[in-house]
């Protein structure tokens, strides 16, 4: 175990993990309302996607934004229904900041991976994919475990199965999706275990960091009386900035896992050849 936090931060040192977060923040803060009015606009082609599109909204607004919550939710609420009186050339140019996103997501993680390069062709399908398929299978996902959880403890106390349902969902929609990212999105050979143990890696990290957060925001209230109506997007900002880093740190554990397994067994055979020999 030693070893392995040893490797994970000179590779977190190597790899200007706080500096390429950052730069994943800006590229977020610019396309959060084009990505999420792309994805909306996705869901409002069917109308049976109702449902879906609403489990999404909550999930998103109920477990990535700690505090403010409901202010935020507002303000990409407004955003995104002036977003949706644009022009056909305004929604060409939300699915072109959208796809800037998902690039950026692209190169930070295969950076980390030192991946190679795809083709063009499988470069604009791996985007395609993560802009529209992944918010879609993520909102089903969210809308179906909710449904089998709550139908699972139907016969359970009400408070005690809405508890469990309040932890159990996001914890498993959280470990399927960052798996789901470190296996898909590198142009390398991701091991499943590896990724679901970066995944659970994050899920911890994300948890301490969320409550962390969220207490010295509302022990810290002086920012609202400088920031005032406004004073929910500093946080957000703040709060997207420490999403990428926890992420890449995911990112960076789970090829710390491959790299020490490679390691360990080159050494098992440099012994056994050196035993034969």
């Known amino acids: 175990m030693k070893e392995l936090f040893k490797k994970l931060l000179i590779r977190v040192r190597a790899d200007d993990l706080f500096i390429e977060a950052a730069a994943l923040s800006y590229t977020t803060i610019l396309a959060l309302v084009p990505a999420l009015t792309v994805v909306i606009s996705i869901f409002a082609m069917v109308p049976a996607f109702t449902p879906i599109k609403q489990a999404l909204q909550n999930f998103v607004q109920n477990n990535f934004m700690p505090v403010f919550s409901e202010a935020i939710g507002d303000y990409i609420g407004i955003f995104i229904a002036h977003a949706g009186q644009m022009t056909v050339t305004g929604t060409v140019i939300l699915f072109i900041v959208s796809f800037f996103l998902v690039r950026a997501v ?11 390069k795809r083709k063009m062709t499988m470069t604009f399908a791996v985007y395609w994919m993560l802009l529209t398929l992944g918010p879609l299978a993520t909102g089903i996902l969210i809308w179906f475990t909710s449904k089998v959880i709550a139908y699972s403890f139907l016969d359970t106390p009400l408070s005690f199965a809405t508890g469990l349902a309040y ?10 999706l960052v798996s789901a990212l470190f296996i898909t999105v590198p142009v390398a050979v991701v091991k499943i275990r590896d990724a679901v143990r970066g995944a659970l890696f994050v899920m911890v990290l994300f ?25 929910a997007i500093p946080v957000l900002m703040i709060w997207i900035n420490i999403n990428w880093v926890i992420v890449l740190f995911g990112a960076e ?21 050196s035993r034969k020999n």
């Open 167 to 176: 932890f159990l969902v996001p914890v498993v929609v959280e470990l399927i």
């Open 106 to 116: 692209d190169k930070a993680l295969n950076r980390i991976w030192r991946g190679g």
């Open 207 to 231: 948890e301490i960091c969320k409550r962390i957060f969220s207490a010295f925001i509302l022990n810290f209230s002086d920012y609202e009386a400088i920031y005032g109506a406004l004073a």
């Open 253 to 273: 554990f789970t090829v710390c896992l491959s790299e020490l397994r490679e390691e360990k067994h080159r050494i098992s055979q440099q012994i056994t050849c």
